[in-house]
Nanobody
Framework: QVQLVESGGGLVQAGGSLRLSCAASGRTFSRYPMGWFRQAPGKEREFVAAISWNSGITYYAASMKGRFTIARDNAKNTVYLQMNSLKPEDTAAYYC???????????????WGQGTQVTVSS
């Protein structure tokens, strides 16, 4: 299995920025596409972004494109989510995930982290 641990969440004011990190275990990290998801209380899990093993392909949800950036450093076994121009509606628990099972990288991941809370005040 793959162990994933998120960090970097916190409380920020609207318009601020946060950088989330997800540390993965093992040499196999570099072989997997990775994704970020979020879930607000009472709402369904929402796709945020995904990235290929070599960083050559990225996907973003429309509401995040232009504000959020996904990146990875395979030498450090870490994937990042840079979050800029944060809005109150971005408030959610953010999760990283590894190894999508199908061709659609927006769901179907085999491994998940525990999540990190992001709260944006108005």
């Amino acid at each position: 299995q793959v162990q994933l641990v998120e960090s970097g969440g916190g409380l920020v004011q609207a318009g601020g920025s946060l950088r989330l990190s997800c540390a993965a275990s093992g040499r196999t990290f570099s072989r997997y596409p990775m994704g970020w998801f979020r879930q607000a209380p009472g709402k369904e899990r929402e796709f945020v972004a995904a990235i290929s093993w070599n960083s050559g392909i990225t996907y973003y949800a429309a509401s995040m494109k232009g504000r959020f950036t996904i990146a990875r450093d395979n030498a450090k076994n870490t994937v990042y989510l840079q979050m800029n121009s944060l809005k109150p509606e971005d408030t959610a628990a953010y999760y990283c995930a590894a190894r999508p099972r199908g061709s659609n990288w927006q769901d179907g991941y085999d491994y998940w982290g525990q999540g990190t809370q992001v709260t944006v005040s108005s």
